[in-house]
T-cell receptor
Framework: DAKTTQPNSMESNEEEPVHLPCNHSTISGTDYIHWYRQLPSQGPEYVIHGLTSNVNNRMASLAIAEDRKSSTLILHRATLRDAAVYYCILRDALAGGTSYGKLTFGQGTILTVHP | EAGVAQSPRYKIIEKRQSVAFWCNPISGHATLYWYQQILGQGPKLLIQFQNNGVVDDSQLPKDRFSAERLKGVDSTLKIQPAKLEDSAVYLC????????????FGPGTRLLVL
């Protein structure tokens, strides 16, 4: 499985933008970049995913570097409810066999939001 | 739309006892996953079902863990006998498509083995 590297922790202030980085230097052409987050005492929650182009949804934006070796999850205005562990995951869209649909979670980034 | 349901939410057992967890995925979701999340770590996939067939169980400790998904809907995960190192949160997830583009997770079952 292609691996991702994220900072262990980041801090932000409420109502400020947050940029969560992810490095994936060994990404392959068929790997999608997924972001999930996990709030305290809850299961992970899908945030966003993309392949090559930047993506926006109601929760966040995903900026993907031109060489696809890194990406950034952008929370435009952090709230206290955004405090969570954020996971950057690569999913091989063409994987067969036992890798089909597989998400391999790393340690993630613990985001702390200060009031 | 109802989410993924899991029960029980908490379970405390002694080592060598058995325990079972239940998961009801989102209606119509053909793919179901069980993950184990040890404190301080990300979730680790234990088993993946496509309808009632197993797609991937390579990380399931088959000497003590078993899972089934009868009729391709609900699923149960069983541990027998439990060890101390099985203390973790067991998460169930489901997805509409078989390639897991978006997985929806339940709240998890927190297991403590004493």
């Amino acid at each position: 499985d292609a691996k991702t590297t994220q900072p262990n922790s980041m801090e932000s202030n409420e109502e400020e933008p947050v940029h969560l980085p992810c490095n994936h230097s060994t990404i392959s052409g068929t790997d999608y970049i997924h972001w999930y987050r996990q709030l305290p005492s809850q299961g992970p929650e899908y945030v966003i995913h993309g392949l090559t182009s930047n993506v926006n949804n109601r929760m966040a934006s995903l900026a993907i570097a031109e060489d696809r070796k890194s990406s950034t999850l952008i929370l435009h205005r952090a709230t206290l409810r955004d405090a969570a562990v954020y996971y950057c995951i690569l999913r091989d869209a063409l994987a067969g066999g036992t890798s089909y649909g597989k998400l391999t979670f790393g340690q993630g980034t613990i985001l702390t939001v200060h009031p | 739309e109802a989410g993924v349901a899991q029960s029980p939410r908490y379970k405390i057992i002694e080592k060598r006892q058995s325990v079972a967890f239940w998961c009801n995925p989102i209606s119509g979701h053909a793919t179901l996953y069980w993950y184990q999340q040890i404190l301080g770590q990300g979730p680790k996939l234990l088993i993946q079902f496509q309808n009632n067939g197993v797609v991937d169980d390579s990380q399931l400790p088959k000497d003590r863990f078993s899972a089934e998904r009868l009729k391709g809907v609900d699923s149960t995960l069983k541990i027998q006998p439990a060890k101390l190192e099985d203390s973790a949160v067991y998460l169930c997830a489901s997805s509409l498509d078989p390639w897991g583009e978006t997985q929806y997770f339940g709240p998890g079952t927190r297991l403590l083995v004493l």
